[in-house]
């Protein structure tokens, strides 16, 4: 299991893209500058576990972002095969239930101890944050979007996860009802002096760090910088300056 102890272990890169030479080529050169990465379903897709390898042999951490959201068994039969990867953290969808969301704690547990590796964090998502309460309403749920996060963080803590997967901007009402140690990953996070792209509900790096933030998932103002290795020390001074 991970823990953060400096600035730039909060963050992790999401390296979705189909071209592994690219994912490789910016892994090396952020390599000490990031927590890890993030392998979306894009990557996945396209290079499947065999891609997954090679971004495991930069020795980096990584966050295998799939998703899982199906019947119980399918989701646990998912997640062990998911342990093989090495993942330091992983998620499920937590409307998937609370049947499902133990039997994905079960599974990457007893997977883990089976093949003698550490156990990752098991993440359950919650409201992807570029969905808005209309969105919301449009699929039948009449609540708000903070008000759907809050219900799902409650089943997830209460499932035995590890944490959810949130918006910055729910962070202070999870911290409320949730368990400190409950971990909080969040994704929709932009610099102030970044574009907004498609997402809605987003909080820069040093106020979702503030707030209470235990990982951030940033990708395109990093890499669609003119110099990422510059747009990512530069968050790192921001993160720096809120943790000391």
């Not at 392998?39 to 897709?45: A, C, D, L, Q």
């Not at 899982?68 to 062990?80: C, L, Q």
């Not at 202070?172 to 907004?196: E, H, M, Q, S, V």
Request: contains cysteine.
């Amino acid at each position: 299991m991970i823990s953060v102890k400096s600035p730039h272990e909060y963050i992790f890169i999401s390296l979705d893209t189909p071209n592994l030479e690219w994912a490789i080529e910016i892994t090396k050169e952020l390599k000490g500058l990031i927590g890890g990465v993030k392998i979306g379903k894009e990557f996945f897709t396209a290079l499947g576990p065999v891609g997954v390898a090679r971004i495991k042999e930069l020795g980096v951490p990584m966050f295998i972002d799939l998703k899982f959201h199906d019947i119980p068994n399918t989701v646990a039969g998912a997640v062990r095969s998911a342990i093989h990867l090495a993942p330091a953290i992983l998620n499920v969808h937590a409307q998937g239930g609370r049947s499902m969301l133990m039997a994905a704690r079960d599974a990457a547990a007893e997977e883990s101890n089976k093949i003698g590796a550490s156990a990752p964090l098991v993440l359950g998502v919650t409201v992807l944050t570029s969905i808005d309460n209309q969105d919301l309403k449009e699929t039948g749920i009449n609540d708000t979007a903070l008000e759907q996060v809050k219900r799902l963080a409650i089943l997830c803590q209460e499932a035995g996860l590890d944490g959810v997967v949130c918006s910055a901007s729910e962070i202070d009402a999870l911290r409320i009802i949730c368990d400190r140690n409950f971990k909080l990953l969040t994704p929709g996070i932009r610099p102030i002096w970044a574009t907004k792209d498609d997402q809605k509900r987003i909080v820069t790096p040093g106020e979702a760090i503030k707030r209470g933030a235990d990982y951030l998932v940033i990708g395109r103002p990093i890499y669609d910088a003119n110099d990422p290795v510059s747009a990512a020390k530069r968050i790192i001074s921001e993160i720096d300056e809120v943790i000391n």
